[in-house]
């Protein structure tokens, strides 16, 4: 089972749309039946669909997977709805949609998914304090493959409005990537896409939000290569991995 090998993992589209709750303000749902579901006590902000990539074959055989590189793919455009008015209109920190996406050698909490938003995993997260957020505890060579977006609005094309109904392609804000690319010896990798968004437009404060939510598609990619490495050096990547994969 030497040699090169391309791995790929496939996420779904996410369709959200604004839902009166019983309150008489509302709340995100799906448009479109897929495998996001919303984190727990999170308002239904936050979405998350996770992937496991199998690899127990070449744990089996005592191999070790290095990877050259990883990229992502993206299908299809992106697009945002909204309401808004002249006194309440949409504002840039309310029509933001942060996106995540994350293949790690270690398997990852809902906690741990909803403080990615705050700190990517594997970087030294802010100082919270203790019960606020659990950022767990990553680093960099648990992280193989990681990139963050900021989507915003683009108001560059067409003649929307952010002070009343619109729609309007997205617009790339911000972006990062935080991919380690380190060689592993797990038998498994945990593969997320998690979003965040504001709360979608509230008719009883008749404040401006996004009320719809449209991102496509994605794959990512990972180019890599199967080897054996010297025995005392992949028996201790092996005893690593494994005491990762059990810290959650």
Not at 157 to 166: A, F, N
């Amino acid at each position: 089972m030497k040699g090169d090998r391309l791995l790929t993992v496939e996420f779904a589209p996410l369709a959200l749309g604004g839902l009166e709750d019983n309150t008489g303000g509302w709340t995100f749902s799906k448009d479109f039946i897929t495998d996001y579901r919303p984190l727990p006590n999170t308002n239904n902000q936050y979405w998350v669909t996770e992937h496991k990539l199998d690899l127990a074959g070449y744990n089996r055989e005592d191999l070790t997977v290095y990877f050259r590189n990883s990229f992502e793919q993206r299908g299809s455009f992106q697009s945002f709805q909204w309401e808004a008015t002249d006194k309440d209109p949409v504002q840039s920190f309310d029509s933001g949609v942060f996106e995540i996406t994350v293949v790690s050698s270690v398997p990852m909490s809902d906690a741990n998914l909803t403080a990615m938003v705050f700190t990517c995993p594997g970087f030294i997260p802010y100082n919270f304090p203790t019960g606020v957020l659990e950022v767990g505890n990553f680093n960099r060579t648990h992280i193989i493959h990681g990139s963050a977006y900021l989507h915003g609005i683009d108001t560059s094309i067409g003649s929307d409005s952010l002070t009343s109904r619109g729609a309007a392609y997205t617009r790339t804000i911000q972006m990062n990537e935080f991919s380690s690319l380190e060689p592993t010896a797990a038998d498994s990798l945990y593969c997320y896409r998690a979003f965040y968004m504001s709360q979608s437009y509230d008719p009883v404060e008749d404040v401006g939000r996004l009320s719809s939510i449209l991102m496509s598609p994605k794959r990512v990619l990972l180019n890599t290569m199967i080897d054996e490495e010297p025995y005392l050096e992949y028996m201790m990547r092996l005893k690593r991995s494994y005491e990762l994969a059990n810290q959650v």
